[in-house]
């Protein structure tokens, strides 16, 4: 596989539901496949770290949240469209709230053009979010790897 490139991720309960392409290239001619997984295997603490603890910081920081609803919010889905410089995220989550749960869905985000820090925090997330997603899917990175120390 020469490139992986990630199009949507849903951490979902007792699942994951992701969304990608490869492509390779031999003899000159490049090849791409897309593929929808869904996958029941538990999911490495690494990678739900990232969305319960780094994406929900930066979802928090893009929406102003107080500390109070900083805590009944969750952000368990990124896709992604466009290209290059003009690649931008879309995060999906819900607020919990004593009169029922809230969905949200950002704009999409381009992260690349700006320079702000929650742009900087979206690009470090991203990088680390598809390591973990390829680990998951190609490697079998599962929290029972923690056992062995892995």
Known sequence: MD???LKSFCLGVGEIDCKYCTSETDNEVKTEQEYHVKVTRIVHNDLRNLFEDDLRNIVSTIMNLDEDTFGQMQADSISFAGKDENIGIVIK???HTKYGDIKYKTPRIKY???????????????????EEIKAFLFDGKTS?????GV
């Open 93 to 95: 989550g819900v607020i």
């Open 112 to 130: 690349l053009v700006w320079d702000a820090p929650v742009c900087a925090d979206i690009t470090v997330f991203v990088e680390k979010v598809i």
């Open 144 to 148: 029972e790897m923690q056992i062995f």
């Open 3 to 5: 490139e992986f490139v």
